[in-house]
């Protein structure tokens, strides 16, 4: 029986009672665990008892081991304890007994002697193979972990022959072996001399001496051991070729194996480089993000991270020009000149990922004059970025609510209305599938620098078979004042929520107003007040803008209300499909001396002196809007998601003001 309790946190103590009890203990290991007092003279006469490893206490007192001392007992280790005197008995061999770092090792006759030096306790050396001499011999040394005995010198010469067959029948040697006890381990220095030569060689030592591969098996009762080796010195030359040899060899065998794995990681990169070239979203599924499959292109360029980088200095505040829930909008300008915008979503964003997956689907797929360009896109190092065609003079919103210090006049906004109906009839009509908008808004209109109007923001947008047309049901998306009620009571999608939204729009040119504003909704508002009976306002003079009718020349002005009203109808048969109107429009602006898509820029918006302090604002623009001009909630590029709460949609289901016997309705 084996008992170790070294090292442990236990509660200081007076020396335990079963140290006695055990009859079967062989070893007793308590080193460093505060132990005191006085150790019993019956531990040392226990018959199987070999070892007592007891360093490291505070063990007091005298040291009397008794008169009926264990034969077998091989140990007893009492260093680093508090002992003052100890009583020695010729029955015990003193080289077992280690009393260093007591008390009784200072300035006292036993400082000197062998109880209290710190040295290994070695065996006596009468054993006739405990010892060979010559110039070089090759030592090493072998631990038994667990010997199953006592005495070790009964055991010896059964270890010796049992190494003297296994070493002799690989080289002949003289063979001595000298064993220590080296704390609980039985220790022997294995020390061999060659025969007929003065060294063994490499060779000889490399397959005849070398235990630590564990190969040799020791006689049973020895138990499992480790081996520590010894440097031997080889000077003959053929040990140093084949040293030399083995050397050169492995490192070339590792600069081999280096250059290898270079050129593969090299060819890894190249093909990987090569991968991404041909197929953008090789990595698309890698991050939450990444909803669905990859994106289906059928014409973009594809830019790299370091390009976009270079063209927006960085991502530097200052070129940031818009905000909203996907992202970041910067202005960057490429190596040709051309000036862009880039929408960087914010990284981590569930929405966004969506969002860039439906944007880079559909733009990449559709070009017309009055949709918002898409450039290209870069998907790299978990960026996700979709770089568009720059529009200088930002969103129908700025330029209506004043944001921009520009004051459209009426042709002006015939002409917006017009370059977003055909913009969206383009998208209902002649795409292949057809692609319903979903965020029809005037933050989603933006006016380039000769003030053409494109749609943008397709983040919401779904394609639509003619098959499913009336029958899509999708989850209810858009912006609140622009949401068709049908499309939110019954939550199945058709081209006629868009020209719900669309006609939110149309009375936006005439207010000049949010959809909700002041707690009011801009339908309920002019339907509310509306009177054809009144042939140049429609007796909307009070809730319109005051810019209009301040310029006069509102030509057409009854039959565009007509039309606007006709497009917010609650149910959607009653509206006009998006080519309809676009004929309407064109016969107002034709019908009045205008020419639809002709109209210069300097003819068709004026710039009030008053307002020329007026800084620009979103969707590009580095500078905030003061706080002078009207604020609201938008942002181009925006995607709002939100929903009219119960109370709006409510105001929103009460019939309007009946349209009288002179409107005109358009074809559905």
Request: overall charge neutral; proline content about 6%; hydrophobic content about 35%.
């Given at each position: 029986?084996?008992?170790?309790?070294?090292?442990?946190?236990?509660?200081?103590?007076?020396?335990?009672?079963?140290?006695?009890?055990?009859?079967?203990?062989?070893?007793?290991?308590?080193?460093?665990?505060?132990?005191?007092?006085?150790?019993?003279?019956?531990?040392?006469?226990?018959?199987?008892?070999?070892?007592?490893?007891?360093?490291?206490?505070?063990?007091?007192?005298?040291?009397?081991?008794?008169?009926?001392?264990?034969?077998?007992?091989?140990?007893?280790?009492l260093r680093n304890n508090k002992i003052t005197s100890v009583t020695v008995y010729s029955s015990l061999d003193s080289k077992l007994l280690k009393l260093e770092g007591n008390p009784l090792c200072t300035d006292s006759l036993l400082s000197n002697t062998l109880l209290c030096?710190?040295?290994?306790?070695?065996?006596?050396?009468?054993?006739?193979?405990?010892?060979?001499?010559?110039?070089?011999?090759?030592?090493?040394?072998?631990?038994?972990?667990?010997?199953?005995?006592?005495?070790?010198?009964?055991?010896?010469?059964?270890?010796?022959?049992?190494?003297?067959?296994?070493?002799?029948?690989?080289?002949?040697?003289?063979?001595?072996?000298?064993?220590?006890?080296?704390?609980?381990?039985?220790?022997?220095?294995?020390?061999?001399?060659?025969?007929?030569?003065?060294?063994?060689?490499?060779?000889?030592?490399?397959?005849?001496?070398?235990?630590?591969?564990?190969?040799?098996?020791?006689?049973?009762?020895?138990?499992?051991?480790?081996?520590?080796?010894?440097?031997?010195?080889?000077?003959?030359?053929?040990?140093?070729?084949?040293?030399?040899?083995?050397?050169?060899?492995?490192?070339?065998?590792?600069?081999?194996?280096?250059?290898?794995?270079?050129?593969?990681?090299?060819?890894?990169?190249?093909?990987?480089?090569?991968?991404?070239?041909?197929?953008?979203?090789?990595?698309?599924?890698?991050?939450?993000?990444?909803?669905?499959?990859?994106?289906?292109?059928?014409?973009?360029?594809?830019?790299?991270?370091?390009?976009?980088?270079?063209?927006?200095?960085?991502?530097?505040?200052?070129?940031?020009?818009?905000?909203?829930?996907?992202?970041?909008?910067?202005?960057?300008?490429?190596?040709?000149?051309?000036?862009?915008?880039?929408?960087?979503?914010?990284?981590?964003?569930?929405?966004?990922?969506?969002?860039?997956?439906?944007?880079?689907?559909?733009?990449?797929?559709?070009?017309?004059?009055?949709?918002?360009?898409?450039?290209?896109?870069?998907?790299?190092?978990?960026?996700?970025?979709?770089?568009?065609?720059?529009?200088?003079?930002?969103?129908?919103?700025?330029?209506?609510?004043?944001?921009?210090?520009?004051?459209?006049?009426?042709?002006?906004?015939?002409?917006?209305?017009?370059d977003s109906a055909r913009g969206l009839a383009y998208l209902h009509d002649h795409a292949n599938p057809p692609i319903i908008h979903r965020d029809i808004k005037s933050t989603n209109i933006l006016l380039d620098s000769k003030m053409t109007a494109k749609v943008a923001d397709?983040?919401?947008?779904?394609?639509?078979?003619?098959?499913?047309?009336?029958?899509?049901?999708?989850?209810?998306?858009?912006?609140?004042?622009?949401?068709?009620?049908?499309?939110?009571?019954?939550?199945?999608?058709?081209?006629?929520?868009?020209?719900?939204?669309?006609?939110?729009?149309?009375?936006?040119?005439?207010?000049?107003?949010?959809?909700?504003?002041?707690?009011?909704?801009?339908?309920?508002?002019?339907?509310?007040?509306?009177?054809?009976?009144?042939?140049?306002?429609?007796?909307?003079?009070?809730?319109?803008?005051?810019v209009l009718y301040k310029m006069g020349g509102l030509l057409g002005f009854p039959r565009f209300v007509t039309m606007a009203l006709q497009c917010v109808e609650e149910v959607g048969p009653d509206r006009p499909k998006m080519n309809n109107l676009v004929r309407e429009i064109?016969?107002?602006?034709?019908?009045?001396?205008?020419?639809?898509?002709?109209?210069?820029?300097?003819?068709?918006?004026?710039?009030?002196?008053?307002?020329?302090?007026?800084?620009?604002?979103?969707?590009?623009?580095?500078?905030?809007?003061?706080?002078?001009?009207?604020?609201?909630?938008?942002?181009?590029?925006?995607?709002?998601?939100?929903?009219?709460?119960?109370?709006?949609?409510?105001?929103?289901?009460?019939?309007?003001?009946?349209?009288?016997?002179?409107?005109?309705?358009?074809?559905?």
């Amino acid at each position: 029986m084996h008992r170790d309790l070294s090292n442990n946190s236990f509660t200081p103590s007076g020396v335990p009672s079963w140290f006695t009890e055990l009859p079967g203990l062989m070893t007793l290991t308590m080193q460093s665990v505060g132990i005191s007092g006085k150790l019993p003279q019956k531990l040392f006469g226990l018959r199987a008892l070999q070892h007592v490893i007891l360093n490291d206490n505070e063990l007091n007192d005298t040291l009397d081991m008794g008169n009926n001392i264990n034969d077998g007992l091989d140990l007893v280790d009492l260093r680093n304890n508090k002992i003052t005197s100890v009583t020695v008995y010729s029955s015990l061999d003193s080289k077992l007994l280690k009393l260093e770092g007591n008390p009784l090792c200072t300035d006292s006759l036993l400082s000197n002697t062998l109880l209290c030096t710190d040295q290994l306790t070695e065996f006596p050396t009468m054993l006739p193979f405990s010892d060979v001499q010559c110039p070089h011999p090759f030592v090493e040394t072998i631990f038994f972990r667990s010997p199953s005995f006592g005495d070790v010198r009964k055991f010896l010469p059964e270890l010796h022959d049992n190494l003297s067959r296994t070493v002799s029948s690989c080289t002949p040697n003289k063979l001595g072996l000298i064993p220590y006890i080296d704390d609980v381990y039985l220790k022997v220095d294995i020390k061999a001399c060659p025969v007929k030569q003065k060294r063994f060689n490499y060779s000889q030592v490399l397959n005849c001496f070398n235990l630590t591969l564990q190969t040799y098996k020791p006689p049973e009762n020895f138990g499992p051991y480790y081996v520590k080796s010894h440097p031997y010195p080889f000077h003959d030359k053929a040990s140093r070729a084949i040293l030399i040899g083995v050397v050169t060899g492995s490192v070339l065998l590792v600069v081999g194996l280096a250059l290898i794995g270079l050129y593969a990681l090299r060819q890894k990169k190249r093909a990987k480089k090569l991968v991404s070239q041909n197929n953008p979203f090789a990595s698309w599924g890698s991050t939450p993000e990444d909803i669905g499959e990859a994106p289906k292109l059928k014409s973009a360029r594809a830019f790299t991270l370091e390009e976009l980088k270079l063209s927006t200095n960085d991502f530097k505040q200052i070129n940031a020009i818009g905000e909203g829930g996907y992202g970041t909008v910067y202005r960057g300008k490429l190596l040709d000149g051309q000036l862009i915008a880039i929408k960087r979503s914010k990284q981590g964003s569930m929405q966004g990922g969506l969002e860039f997956k439906t944007e880079i689907e559909l733009l990449s797929r559709v070009h017309h004059n009055n949709l918002v360009g898409l450039v290209g896109f870069c998907f790299e190092k978990g960026e996700k970025m979709l770089v568009y065609e720059f529009i200088s003079n930002g969103t129908l919103s700025e330029a209506l609510y004043g944001m921009k210090g520009v004051q459209l006049d009426w042709s002006m906004r015939l002409k917006i209305a017009l370059d977003s109906a055909r913009g969206l009839a383009y998208l209902h009509d002649h795409a292949n599938p057809p692609i319903i908008h979903r965020d029809i808004k005037s933050t989603n209109i933006l006016l380039d620098s000769k003030m053409t109007a494109k749609v943008a923001d397709f983040g919401l947008s779904l394609l639509v078979s003619d098959s499913e047309e009336g029958e899509l049901c999708t989850n209810v998306k858009g912006t609140l004042g622009y949401l068709d009620p049908e499309y939110y009571m019954t939550q199945q999608l058709t081209a006629k929520s868009d020209v719900y939204s669309f006609g939110v729009v149309l009375l936006e040119l005439i207010v000049a107003k949010p959809p909700i504003y002041e707690k009011k909704y801009i339908v309920r508002e002019v339907k509310t007040a509306l009177d054809m009976e009144d042939t140049m306002y429609c007796g909307l003079k009070d809730v319109m803008d005051p810019v209009l009718y301040k310029m006069g020349g509102l030509l057409g002005f009854p039959r565009f209300v007509t039309m606007a009203l006709q497009c917010v109808e609650e149910v959607g048969p009653d509206r006009p499909k998006m080519n309809n109107l676009v004929r309407e429009i064109e016969m107002i602006m034709q019908d009045n001396g205008l020419t639809p898509g002709s109209m210069s820029a300097s003819s068709s918006f004026s710039v009030d002196s008053t307002t020329r302090t007026f800084a620009p604002r979103y969707p590009y623009s580095s500078t905030s809007t003061p706080s002078t001009t009207y604020q609201m909630d938008s942002r181009a590029f925006e995607y709002s998601g939100g929903f009219p709460s119960q109370g709006s949609l409510k105001n929103r289901n009460t019939s309007p003001k009946p349209l009288n016997s002179r409107e005109r309705r358009l074809p559905g």
